[in-house]
């Protein structure tokens, strides 16, 4: 099983940056895509951004142009800058480590952290 530890989170105002940072180990060879998901209060936990091979990227509609993710292969770490943010970001961020189908999907993922919470004032 992997270990997912998020770190980063804050309070921030709108238009501000935050950078969260997501280090995996445990069964790292079990995956090979990463990505950032967030649950607000009140809603369903939500896909926010993923990472697959060869470093393609995928991001909800609500953040792109935001959000960029990355990834340190040699540290299992992945990152989300968070740029321009708003009101609305407001939530518990989380990441996960899986095969392509389960990060873009979110379907089969079942091993969480405790996520980081990001607080965006107006």
């Known amino acids: 099983q992997v270990q997912l530890v998020e770190s980063g989170g804050g309070l921030v105002q709108a238009g501000g940056s935050l950078r969260l940072s997501c280090a995996a180990s445990?069964?790292?060879?079990?995956?090979?895509?990463m990505g950032w998901y967030r649950q607000a209060p009140g809603k369903q936990r939500e896909f926010v951004a993923g990472?697959?091979?060869?470093?393609?990227?995928r991001y909800a509609d609500s953040v792109k142009g935001r959000f960029t993710i990355s990834r340190d292969n040699a540290k299992n770490t992945v990152y989300l800058q968070m740029n321009s943010l708003k009101p609305e970001d407001t939530a518990v961020y989380y990441c996960?480590?899986?095969?392509?189908?389960?990060?873009?999907?979110?379907?089969?993922?079942?091993?969480w952290g405790k996520g980081t919470l990001v607080t965006v004032s107006s």
């Open positions: 445990g069964s790292v060879f079990s995956f090979n895509a």
């Open positions: 990472i697959f091979s060869g470093d393609s990227t």
């Open positions: 996960n480590a899986d095969t392509t189908l389960r990060i873009a999907t979110m379907r089969g993922l079942t091993n």
